[in-house]
């Protein structure tokens, strides 16, 4: 993919977790506070949790977190929940 192309986008829930957003390889990974890689998901295609070109996202008072899946004309909803709560 040409760097012109390839684009990182950013939110951060009520806890603290970051989420990055990557257009390249078309996933959205968790990070702690610390910068600490907590989980990944997603992959390219048209499949629930897959994406193509996730081109944004947002993250709710509720800590609901919605990606823009740019290429496939929708918004997908994920929300994070730790091991144990």
Partial sequence: ???????????????????????????????????????????SGEAPGSFAMPGGIFIDARDRVFVADTYNGRVQIFQYQQRGA
Avoid: C
């Fill in 1 to 43: 993919m040409p760097a012109a192309l390839h684009w990182t986008v950013i939110a951060v829930d009520g806890e603290g977790h970051v989420y990055v957003v990557d257009a390249a390889f078309e996933t959205v990974q968790i990070l702690d506070a610390k910068g600490r890689l907590l989980l990944f998901f997603g992959q």
